[in-house]
């Protein structure tokens, strides 16, 4: 049996071993090729150096990461460009700079998240503090829980069942308005003026203030209450300060979000599909009813859920329209109710005891930290809803 000879150095008479074909070849393809460890090093050495310059100067995060960014990007840069070559120290700056910039996007998040949760981790460990009111809870009892250091009373019940009551009211209101509207704009229209008109109105109510849906919400609840009265000749004994005014203005948010998400949705549909409904006869109501809609439902639902994440955390509008109780109001009809964003501010704003404040800050610290992880678990549950709706692709 032969064996292939394998490369290996040839002997010069006159001179060094030379290389041979095999390994000139290897040799070309390696050459030029920093080690995979090298940026790890130079990380590590870019944050002790960093760390140093940092302590000269008064040490702090902030001077921190500034110098070992800076040393990082350039000593990658200078070594790419002095052990590979240009071209490709310039793809190198430009990827650490996008890393850089990730990280910049990334820090207020982060700085956010953790000075809630370290702040608003001892409330929420409070006994009663999720399935407790604030009726009852005066100056005197914060007092007594800040001089001789007793638990912390009251809660956030009232203001967490204010919140899904007005969101379900407000996406009850919205999630129809902007499905029939997306609709419209997708199947129905050619483009004339009412389409048109119906986008760029859109357009503006995606940039409308807050506080201005709120007064718009008030004003409108208070126009309807003086026509109710004019018309059954009954002096309505209610104020525009309701649970369902608070729903009215979030939704006027909602509605905006709610038609851009569907509609994008809706245009992503293949059109095949809708031909197809078509050739066998299926009427156009029936083919959006049937086929349209269920193909873009993932998209649809993490859209609602989106935009209920967006509004859930609304203040100006809801201490407008809604007002602050202490104590659970369950009819959205009738009487004032709390919710969080709302709650939050008013113990921030308005200590239940203005000289011993601490209580109420630790009560809206856990009240922001609740509210944030329903945020958080909001938007992953869009992620998840896309997840399980969406099309499924059939296998060959």
């Not at 982060?110 to 370290?118: N, R, T």
């Not at 678990?377 to 997840?387: P, Q, S």
Request: glycine content about 8%.
């Amino acid at each position: 049996m032969t064996q292939t000879p394998t490369p290996t150095s040839v002997q010069s008479p006159s001179g060094p071993p030379q290389l041979s074909e095999g390994n000139r070849r290897r040799s070309s393809l390696t050459q030029n090729t920093l080690p995979s460890w090298l940026w790890m090093a130079l990380l590590a050495a870019a944050v002790v150096i960093g760390a140093a310059l940092s302590a000269l100067l008064g040490f702090n995060l902030a001077t921190w990461f500034i110098f070992t960014a800076v040393i990082y990007v350039a000593s990658s840069y200078f070594i790419t460009r002095t052990r590979v070559n240009r071209r490709r120290a310039t793809d190198a700056l430009w990827t650490n700079l996008i890393y850089l910039a990730f990280a910049l996007a990334l820090m207020p998040l982060v700085s956010v998240i953790w000075s809630v949760s370290s702040v608003g981790i001892q409330g929420l460990t409070e006994p009663g503090f999720l399935n407790s009111e604030m009726q009852g809870v005066t100056g005197l009892v914060d007092e007594q829980s800040q001089t001789e250091g007793t638990p912390v009373l009251g809660g956030i019940r009232h203001a967490m069942i204010g919140s899904l009551l007005i969101t379900l009211a407000a996406t009850a209101i919205s999630v129809p308005i902007g499905l029939m509207t997306s609709i419209y704009l997708v199947e129905y229209s050619r483009g004339g003026p009412l389409s048109r008109a119906i986008t760029f109105f859109v357009d503006v109510m995606t940039g409308i203030p807050s506080i201005v849906a709120g007064l718009f919400a008030g004003a409108a609840m208070a126009w309807f209450l003086s026509v109710f009265s004019s018309v059954t000749g009954l002096l309505s004994t209610q104020r525009s300060t309701l649970g369902i005014t608070a729903a009215i203005a979030l939704s006027v948010l909602m509605v905006p979000v709610v038609v851009r998400t569907t509609e994008e949705m809706l245009r992503v549909v293949p059109n095949e599909l809708r031909e197809a409904s078509y050739a066998l006869g299926v009427r156009k109501w029936r083919t959006i009813l049937k086929v349209v809609l269920p193909t873009a439902i993932s998209g649809i639902a993490s859209g609602v859920t989106l935009a209920i994440a967006r509004v859930i955390g609304e203040t100006a509008p809801i201490l407008v329209t809604a007002g602050f109780v202490v104590n659970t109001n369950w009819n959205l009809f009738q009487g004032w109710m709390t919710a969080l964003p709302v709650y939050i501010f008013r113990q921030f704003q308005n200590p239940t005891s203005p000289n011993f404040s601490d209580p109420s800050e630790q009560r809206a610290w856990a009240a922001a930290l609740v509210l944030i992880l329903i945020v958080m678990g909001l938007n992953l549950f869009a992620r998840l809803i896309a997840t399980l709706f969406a099309p499924k692709q059939a296998g060959r």
